[in-house]
């Protein structure tokens, strides 16, 4: 079965940074799309960014582009998403999801990893 598995949140100060990771499991990771969504409390779903199956092309949503940077290994079907120059909005449930592009992909998700960001 799809397994998404993500890891690498924490507690950062603003202006901090943190490498999220998220294995993949189940499924043919190269063949697929893949996106990085969050959740901040109180609030629904935000898309972050996607990457095609093959790495070459990226998106991100305004609120985070230029200060995050979506990368694959496919060898190792693992996802990544640098965070750079945190800030306090940032803070939220940061989970990854087969495919979406520009979109919340609804159908698989792993359980996701705690971003918080405050002095």
């Known amino acids: 079965q799809v397994q998404l598995v993500e890891s690498g949140g924490g507690l950062v100060q603003p202006g901090g940074s943190l490498r999220l990771s998220c294995v993949a499991s189940?499924?043919?990771?190269?063949?697929?799309?893949m996106t990085w969504v969050r959740q901040a409390p109180g609030k629904g779903p935000e898309w972050v960014s996607s990457i095609t199956n093959g790495g070459g092309g990226t998106s991100y949503a305004d609120s985070v582009k230029g200060r995050f940077t979506i990368s694959r290994e496919n060898a190792k079907n693992t996802l990544y998403l640098q965070m750079n120059s945190l800030k306090p909005e940032d803070t939220g449930l940061y989970y990854c999801a087969r495919g979406g592009w520009g979109v919340v992909p609804r159908e698989y998700r792993g359980q996701g990893t705690q971003v918080t960001v405050s002095s």
């Open positions: 189940g499924f043919t990771f190269s063949s697929y799309v």
